[in-house]
Structures are given as C-alpha cells and as structure tokens.
C-alpha cells in the first residue's frame, strides 16, 4: 500500500527515486477506491486446493478484492465436484465482455502434451487473446506460464530429461523490480515439472524482460516491458506438503519418481518437509497485486 505525506516533505522525493509508492496529500484526498477485480482461470484438476492456495495468497493484503472463479467450458474436470463447480465458477462466455484489473492463469499437468493436443487449448488461446485487452494485468503459472510464452511470444517449451520436482535456490536478475521488493538476495521457491523454457530463447524475444533464474531450475520469472504479462515458472503459492502429496502420490501409483530436491530433512520423505518458500511466495503475490496492479489499473476498467 502507499504511504500518505504531506505534499511538500522533503522525503517525498528521495522516497520516489527509490521507487517506493508516495502518495501526496492532495491525491489521497481526491483519489477514487473501489475493489480490485480479479479472475482465476484455475486449470488444475484438483481445483479446491489450487484456489485455497491463490486465496490464500491474494488475501494478505489491505486491498479489497472481489474475486471470480473461471473454468474451462470445453473440458469439464474429472477430480472436481460437480455442485462445486457449479456454484462458485463460471464459463468465459459469461465474463468475456467484462474488463477486470488482474488475472491468474494456473498450471495444468499437460506439459508432456504438445500444446495443440491439449483439448481447452483453443479455448484457452480465446481467453488469452481476451486477456490483452480486456486485463490490466495477468499473471500465469507454471504450464499456464508456458502457455503464455507460446500463445504470445511464440516461446516453445522443451522437454526436461527428468522431472524437475523440489524446492530450489533463486537469484533476483533486476533487484529494481517492485515484483521482487523485500526479497533477500537469494529465495527459495518449489517447482513440479517436466518442462521449461530456455533463458536465450527468451532473451532473444522482443519486449521480454528476464527478472529472476536459478542455477538448478533455470528460467523463474519473466515479465512484458509493461508489465501487462508476468509469467512464472514455479509455485510460490504451495502448501507446505504440497510436492510430499505429490511424492506420494506418483509412488502409490508406482512410478519412478524421485525424492523432491532440498525439501525433506536429510532426503527422508518421512520427515516433515522444510518450508522455505513461505515468505517469498506471500511477497511476489502482494507485490504484484500491489504494484502491477493496485497502483496502475485505471479507475474506470473501461479505459482498457
């Protein structure tokens, strides 16, 4: 949130050279406060967890936010109630004439699939053509990210050599960046997949910028030049014992998976995993909310 000051204190500019939110008198007295509109394409088969995540996330905020569900009409979830499903979300032909100030794109487990295979993928190309003009700014996630960078910037994913599945050490490449503001010099964030996207192909697409990369998983976060787009590799929203569900999970199922990468004591999956994520996690979803969207949406969601 900003801080109010008198109009002429002499912090007031020292302050906004490092780029922190000033807000002057004046404005504070004549400025417009309404609730932020956000969406939640929620593609995850297990959709009560995910949106318990992102809520969970999005709500640590003084900001007022009205939030809607979304969910894909041209597939219907297998793991989802359907009374759940029916009460709380809704179908793109209901919303896409609306405008909204911000918007999440979730994973999905496809990223072994080409993305024309996938069977919403026309769907969700028409959601992310919508989503230029009628959000200020969206956030996706993981295969969402990849999705994105694909649909928007013609970025293709590539298959890893085994699945990428722990928690890993990240770097901030831009320390300027609201996004990462409050972040130590080296945080920690999970990741869960069979895919990335490789940094010089994203380098070298116009009106990208790289903010942040880990030596072990690669591309972490990404970003258009005005911060319309940001696309995330990871899932900084995770529960604590979301990767060991996972874990064991694929192992009842009897698949060779390996144990998750610097997230149990001593590598034991017996023990209670480790939570290092916690903080950066919460961060990135406020700031974000904060500084891509609170401060720079327009009043009125027409001007879009």
Not at 139 to 165: D, E, N, S, V
Not at 240 to 262: C, F, M, S
């Amino acid at each position: 949130m900003p801080i109010k000051i008198p109009d002429s204190l002499p912090a007031t500019a020292v302050l906004e050279s490092e780029n922190i939110f000033v807000m002057t008198e004046y404005r504070a007295i004549h400025q417009d406060i309404r609730p932020l509109n956000v969406l939640i394409l929620n593609l995850m088969p297990t959709k009560i967890v995910t949106e318990t995540q992102l809520l969970r996330k999005l709500s640590n905020t003084p900001v007022q936010i009205e939030v809607e569900l979304l969910r894909t009409a041209s597939y219907r979830s297998q793991h989802t109630d359907v009374d759940h499903l029916e009460s709380f979300y809704t179908t793109f032909d209901q919303v896409k004439s609306r405008n909204y100030d911000g918007m999440i794109i979730t994973g999905a487990p496809v990223e072994n699939m080409d993305f024309t295979q996938v069977n919403y993928w026309p769907e969700l190309c028409e959601i992310m053509r919508w989503s230029r003009t009628h959000v200020h700014s969206t956030l996706h996630i993981c295969w969402g990210a990849q999705a994105g960078l694909y649909f928007h910037h013609g970025i293709q994913k590539r298959t890893l050599p085994k699945k990428l599945f722990g928690v890993y050490e990240h770097r901030v490449l831009k320390p300027s960046s609201p996004l990462f503001r409050g972040f130590d010099d080296v945080f920690y964030a999970p990741h869960s997949r069979y895919t990335e996207v490789l940094e010089q192909d994203v380098r070298h697409a116009p009106g990208l910028e790289l903010i942040s990369t880990s030596s072990e998983a690669g591309v972490f976060a990404i970003k258009t030049e005005d911060s319309r787009q940001f696309f995330i590799m990871g899932h900084p929203e995770y529960d604590p014992d979301t990767l060991a569900r996972e874990y064991w999970r694929d192992i009842d199922k009897g698949l060779n998976i390996a144990v998750p990468d610097h997230y149990f004591p001593d590598n034991d999956p017996h023990q209670v995993p480790i939570v290092r994520w916690r903080s950066a996690g919460q961060l990135l979803y406020t700031n974000w909310l904060n500084y891509y969207v609170y401060q720079t949406t327009p009043y009125d969601l027409k001007e879009l």
